[in-house]
């Protein structure tokens, strides 16, 4: 709403009709920016970001590369989340150009930052942020490309983005006004983290009597354990400084396999003059500048940043381009009239009287956080030349190839083909395709090789454009044939956690992943056997001699079901079984996974869970679970309150049920009732979890956004769809809106009607374009691809309205038996 009177106005021209040009200026002139609220995700249940969503507060654009915004101390590091690089209840200690949103593990990001100082007299030291970092006063402000906060020391700071570069706003209170500029600034890991990331080397130049400065940044390690990568930085500010001064220092930070000295305290700065260069040099010195101005009366110091993985001039470059304007609300207005264009506007609800502005607030909360990541670096490609795009910032295929790329399939896609182009090419260029990739470097992979779980989706839906499906194709077959090496990573010494399948040597001689040999054996099967259906679906356009072996390989999750292990009520359950083909079940329990790491037999979720997670094939899991009462009763054991014995730690969010929303792994599980013909529970039980952990709130998510992951899947939940990746298949649920009107695949616009909302939620009737349906499923021509109308007929009574066929199961294998070894 603040930037309204900002938005240009459509002109007239271009041939459109009056009533079209009426529609579109009735449409741009509301703000659905305004709807956004940018804090969900960024607190935990006790008010500290522990067990929050991790999320990104600051400034950015769709997809963008820069994410500005402050990085802040931990109040406890035991409990502590900072990679977002914003806290609830830290200290600021920089403000920083890049970021990631929603990750768990150890920090990645937080560079090339600049903090605005009052003072530099001791007990101040550059070097040690401690002595200068800044509690808050008030609340802070966040908005679609704005952010807003004031420091103890009086400094408001306010911050915006373009897609390379960031601009900040300091008001300085009357007396000495300082920014520092500090290269050698990272978000660390907690204390003895061996993930944590490190500065490793830099440059800094002042250049322009201190109105600019230029140089580069060196950085290791984080999340996923990256090779050194580079930024390239170029910074300026509104006025020249009238003091400007270069500093380095020995680096204490005990960075390993780098020089440094990390046992004699944090040292104090060497300052340089403004036309010598400083450079690490061979023990890695930590360095920056330090820009002053006189004291004097209250005053705005504006600083604009362009990043670069390429070089200094291209960072510089960005500025130009992208904020020409020292003005802050300038980018600002920029940065909202480019996300209500590229995202907001493409979906039109009802915003009358009559709407719940909560669920409005929802919806274009959950749009913003899909955008966030990953990064469009094309162009920015530090390491080879190609025509193809470049992104980064996948962080992870495990997180986001269950429903958050679908929602990119139908509503980016254009940058969705981008997306997977640059995939390809990553392929081509570095071996592997990546599950996790971040700092221009694979890794890390949680379980199976879920990239081709992505192609797969992207392939079966119909999208070609330049992408080179011959490549992609043979990408797959590498992830599904070619053992990657061991990166002997801390987490897990057994195998390569950096790329491909870690443990394809059982998978292709047993068909299962070992107990004995191999670590996460059970979830590693369940996602192995999806991997390889993956392949199946693909090869059946690029290498149909391929399809009946990738399609027998993705039964290889019926090799490790245990038809003898009960719990509860139930018998017969995935179980760990070892390479001599014996079960190891005898004190199996599958509501327990120990610590669900990467050690355990399974990651992020007990076995119970995993014991749903084959959407190729739900025929041969209702068949394993006793036919459709025996699955029914199961998934319904799975919503029961106290039934967990697990301790989920900070993913945990409360939950006493088997079923956990607030992880990936359990996304489809609320709407498997619709492959028995009782859409109805579908509805009810993933309404259920909705409405109980998912708030316009700064607890707003139960746990990691991971990438926006979780908000995707409340976008679906409030479109009334949920898509079956792998397959043109989409679930049919219940919508929450009256009417919405969303842009997809282009131009073409497929609308959701409901109506009868006022008295409940549960179906009654449905009509796709028109035409009566009876199933409880459609396909992805139906109406994703020219576009269509799905009409709801929703009342307060459970219905068994569907009378069709159950959703498919294509990748339906009956395991000959005797091939199973035991
Ligand atoms: C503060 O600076 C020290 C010294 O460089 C570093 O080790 C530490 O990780 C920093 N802490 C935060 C929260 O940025
Ligand atoms: C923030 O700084 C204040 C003092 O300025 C200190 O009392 C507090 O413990 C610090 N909090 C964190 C989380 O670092
Ligand atoms: C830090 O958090 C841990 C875990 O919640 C808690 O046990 C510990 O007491 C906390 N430390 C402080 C100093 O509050
Ligand atoms: C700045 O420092 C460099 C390197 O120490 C020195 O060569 C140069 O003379 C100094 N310039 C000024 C203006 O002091
Ligand atoms: C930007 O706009 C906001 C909202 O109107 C206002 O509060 C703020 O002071 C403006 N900032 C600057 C630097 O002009
Ligand atoms: C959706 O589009 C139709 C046809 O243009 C229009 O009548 C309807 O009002 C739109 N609904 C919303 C919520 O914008
Ligand atoms: C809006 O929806 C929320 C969440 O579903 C609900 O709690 C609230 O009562 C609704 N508000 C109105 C005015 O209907
Ligand atoms: C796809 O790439 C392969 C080699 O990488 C090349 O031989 C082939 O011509 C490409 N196909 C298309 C359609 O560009
Ligand atoms: C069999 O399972 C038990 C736990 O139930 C475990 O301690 C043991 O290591 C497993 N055996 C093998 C060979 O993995
Ligand atoms: C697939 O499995 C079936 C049944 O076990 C077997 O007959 C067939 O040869 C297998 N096909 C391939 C290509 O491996
Ligand atoms: C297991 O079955 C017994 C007897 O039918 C019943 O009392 C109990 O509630 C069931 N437990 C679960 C978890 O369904
Ligand atoms: C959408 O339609 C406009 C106007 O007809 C056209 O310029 C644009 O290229 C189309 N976009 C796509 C993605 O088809």
Not at 608 to 637: A, C, N, Q
Not at 693 to 707: M, R
Request: proline letters at 5%; aromatic letters at 12%.
């Amino acid at each position: 709403m603040l930037w309204n009177s900002r938005l240009p106005l459509l002109g007239p021209g271009l041939g459109i009709s009056l009533i079209q040009l009426a529609a579109t200026v009735q449409a741009s002139q509301v703000d659905l920016s305004q709807y956004v609220n940018a804090f969900i995700g960024s607190e935990g249940p006790d008010g500290t970001g522990f067990g929050g969503g991790d999320i990104f507060v600051g400034g950015a654009r769709p997809f963008g590369v820069a994410k500005v915004g402050i990085d802040s101390t931990a109040a406890n590091w035991s409990t502590a989340v900072l990679n977002g690089g914003w806290t609830p209840d830290g200290n600021v200690t920089g403000i920083s150009m890049m970021h990631e949103s929603g990750t768990g593990g150890a920090p990645k990001y937080g560079l090339i930052a600049q903090m605005p100082l009052t003072s530099v007299q001791s007990p101040v030291n550059v070097l040690d942020n401690q002595t200068y970092s800044q509690p808050r006063v008030g609340d802070d402000v966040a908005s679609v490309g704005y952010y807003k906060t004031k420091l103890k020391s009086g400094i408001t700071v306010e911050l915006s983005a373009s897609r390379h570069a960031g601009i900040m706003d300091y008001s300085f209170p009357d007396g000495e006004k300082h920014v520092l500029i500090d290269v050698s600034h990272y978000l660390p890991g907690s204390p003895g983290d061996s993930g944590s990331q490190f500065y490793v080397a830099g440059e800094i130049q002042i250049e322009d009597d201190g109105k600019a400065y230029s140089g580069y940044g060196t950085y290791i390690g984080g999340w996923n354990n990256g090779a050194p990568f580079t930024v390239f930085f170029y910074g300026e500010f509104s006025h020249a400084p009238d003091q400007a001064q270069t500093f380095s220092g020995v680096n204490t930070d005990p960075i390993p396999k780098y020089q440094n000295l990390a046992d004699g305290g944090i040292s104090h700065p060497t300052y340089g003059n403004k036309t010598n260069k400083v450079t690490s040099g061979p023990m890695n010195r930590r360095l920056g500048a330090l820009m002053s101005w006189n004291s004097g009366s209250a005053a705005h110091v504006v600083s604009r940043v362009g990043i670069s993985s390429i070089s200094t001039e291209r960072a510089r470059s960005y500025i130009q381009k992208e904020i020409p304007s020292w003005k802050l609300n300038d980018t600002v207005a920029d940065a909202v009239k480019e996300w209500n264009k590229d995202v907001f506007n493409k979906v039109q609800v009802p915003l009358d009287d009559s709407a719940n502005m909560t669920h409005v607030r929802l919806l274009y909360s959950s749009l913003y956080f899909i955008h966030l990541m990953p990064s469009d670096r094309s162009g920015e490609n530090p390491l080879w030349e190609s025509e193809e795009p470049y992104w980064d910032d996948f962080y992870t295929m495990w997180d986001i190839f269950r429903c958050t790329v679908s929602f990119y399939h139908i509503f980016q896609p254009e940058y969705y083909e981008s997306m997977i182009r640059s995939l390809i090419d990553i392929w081509r260029h570095a071996g592997y395709m990546p599950d996790g990739r971040s700092g221009n470097w694979n890794g890390l992979v949680q379980g199976g090789s879920d990239s081709d779980n992505v192609l797969a989706d992207a392939y079966v839906k119909g999208l070609r454009g330049a992408i080179n499906w011959t490549d992609g194709y043979a990408a797959m077959v590498k992830d599904a044939e070619v053992t990657p090496y061991n990166t002997f990573d801390p987490t897990d010494f057994t195998a390569s956690t950096k790329e491909g399948r870690g443990a394809l040597d059982d998978w292709k001689e047993l068909g299962y992943v070992s107990e004995d040999r191999n670590t996460r054996c059970i979830s590693r099967t369940v996602e192995y056997s999806l991997n390889d259906f993956a392949l199946s679906q693909v090869a059946k356009g690029e290498a149909p001699g391929d399809v009946q072996k990738y399609l027998n390989r993705s039964a290889g999750w019926q090799n490790i079901w245990d038809s003898s292990v009960k719990s509860l009520n139930y018998t017969g359950f995935l179980a760990p079984r070892l390479s001599d083909g014996t079960f190891n079940s005898s004190d199996y329990d599958p509501r327990l996974c120990f610590d669900c790491e990467w050690s355990s037999y399974t990651y992020e979720g007990v076995p119970w869970e995993y014991s749903f997670v084959v959407p190729h094939d739900v025929e041969t899991l209702i068949k394993f679970m006793g036919g459709t009462e025996g699955f029914e009763s199961r998934l319904d054991t799975m919503f029961k309150p106290n039934m967990s014995i697990q301790n989920l730690g900070a993913n945990g969010a409360g939950i006493t049920t088997l079923m956990n929303i607030g992880n990936e792994p359990d996304f489809a599980t609320p709407y498997l009732y619709n492959y028995i013909n009782k859409q109805h529970k579908s509805v009810a039980q993933s309404r259920s979890l909705a409405n109980q952990y998912f708030k316009d709130a700064a607890y707003g998510i139960p746990g990691n956004s991971d990438a926006g992951a979780m908000n995707s899947w409340l976008l679906w939940q409030m479109i009334g769809v949920y898509p079956i990746v792998t397959q043109p298949v989409y679930l049919i649920s219940s919508p929450w809106f009256p009417d919405m009107n969303m842009t997809i695949n282009g131009n073409n616009t497929l609308r959701i009607k409901a109506s009868g909302l006022d008295d409940g939620y549960f179906v009654q009737s449905v009509k796709i374009n028109g035409k009566q349906w009876t199933k409880n499923w459609f396909e992805h021509d139906d109406v994703m691809t020219n576009g269509g109308t799905i009409e709801f007929e929703l009342g307060k009574d459970a219905k068994g309205w569907e009378s069709g066929d159950v959703p498919p199961s294509p990748g339906h294998v009956e395991l000959n038996q005797s091939s199973m070894k035991t």
